[in-house]
């Protein structure tokens, strides 16, 4: 690598959604994302949000108001999307939070194969979500 390039560093991940609002609510709700204001392209039908976690870390909302549910293009996305909770505890606390909302877990909280203590749910549009600890 030249001495004048700097590592590679994930800046934001990005999903799609057909319901921008629902889903940023999901986020600031269960993750404490700040959102951000909402974008719309003048140029195409397109829009989006930045939410904004703890670390940093960007994730990008995006629609496309033309595809609908049943388009194959709109289920393109991301494997999942894995947050650091910070300790085993607090992965369990929020299981446990999301549970007695009545929300399903997809993992319940296991150490896995490869040392992550997690759990797994999915959002409200079906994307994977880990709860590290």
Known sequence: MPATASPARIIHLALWTH???TLCAFYASHLDARVGPLYESR???????????ASEVQLEVMHLPRLEPADPRSRVGL???AFQLG??????????HMTGLGMEIEGMPRLTGDGYYEAVIRDPDGNLVELVG
């Open 19 to 21: 319901d921008i609002d």
């Open 43 to 53: 140029t195409r039908p397109f829009s989006s949000r930045f939410l904004t976690f």
């Open 79 to 81: 494997a999942h999307v």
């Open 87 to 96: 300790s085993r505890e607090a992965v369990d606390e929020k299981v446990r």
